[in-house]
């Protein structure tokens, strides 16, 4: 099993930069696909980007190319957000799996505690 604890986040204006981190604690190097996902309010939890260290089935939003990057070193992964919108504001999770990168949430068994992310207009 892998823990997951996320820092970063809070508040930015539109235009803006933040970096999220998720460090990984516990079997780390089963764990090669790292996503992450994000929930607005009164929606559903949507994937922003995936990184995979085993094949290249990592995916990035269409929404967020160009602007938002993923990368890992060793034991910590990173989102780096720039160019924010406010239609990016939500709270961002990062996520686990020890198979290549998938989209969907269900098929994560380990997740972050969650970070808010607001971008403001």
């Known amino acids: 099993q892998v823990q997951l604890v996320q820092s970063g986040g809070g508040l930015v204006q539109s235009g803006g930069s933040l970096r999220l981190s998720c460090a990984l604690s516990g079997f780390t190097l089963d764990y090669s696909a790292i996503a992450w996902f994000r929930q607005a309010p009164g929606k559903e939890r949507e994937g922003v980007l995936c990184?995979?260290?085993?094949?290249?089935t990592g995916w990035t939003h269409d929404s967020v190319k160009g602007r938002f990057t993923g990368s890992r070193d060793r034991n910590t992964v990173y989102l780096q957000m720039n160019s924010l919108k406010p239609e990016d504001t939500g709270v961002y999770y990062c996520?686990?799996?020890?198979?290549?990168?998938?989209?969907?949430?269900?098929?994560?068994?380990?997740w972050g505690q969650g970070t808010q992310v607001t971008v403001s207009s």
């Open positions: 990184i995979s260290n085993s094949d290249r």
């Open positions: 996520a686990a799996r020890r198979e290549i990168c998938v989209v969907v949430p269900g098929a994560y068994a380990d």
